[in-house]
Nanobody, 121 residues
Framework: QVQFVESGGGLVEPGGSLRLSCAAS????????IAWFRQAPGKEREGVSCFDGNNGNEYYVDSVKGRFTISRDNAKNTVYLQIDSLTPVDTAVYYC??????????????WGQGTQVTVSE
């Protein structure tokens, strides 16, 4: 069974950091592009970062460049998102998913349950 399980979210103060994990099961991440998405209250889900398993390239949207870092551990079949210098704007549920490409964030397959990130004093 193909499944994503996201974890690592929580409540942090502005300026804080979190490391989110996306553990995949039922298939190998090796040759897929895996993206992190987020959905803030009242807003549409948006792609924020992507790791292309075919060439090892990393992609970030402008709003998170320099603060978010995506990485992958092949042995654990897990993709991570290190998020630093958090602001209240980053408050959202964060999801990972397979995408057809890291430019359009064209999601396919399954969504996980997401992990909540809340940035507040």
């Amino acid at each position: 069974q193909v499944q994503f399980v996201e974890s690592g979210g929580g409540l942090v103060e502005p300026g804080g950091s979190l490391r989110l994990s996306c553990a995949a099961s039922g298939f190998s991440l090796d040759f897929y592009a895996i993206a992190w998405f987020r959905q803030a209250p009242g807003k549409e889900r948006e792609g924020v970062s992507c790791f292309d398993g075919n060439n090892g390239n990393e992609y970030y949207v402008d709003s998170v460049k320099g603060r978010f870092t995506i990485s992958r551990d092949n042995a654990k079949n897990t993709v991570y998102l290190q998020i630093d210098s958090l602001t209240p704007v980053d408050t959202a549920v964060y999801y990972c998913a397979t995408v057809r490409d890291c430019i359009m964030y064209d999601q396919f397959g399954y969504w996980g349950q997401g992990t909540q990130v809340t940035v507040s004093e």
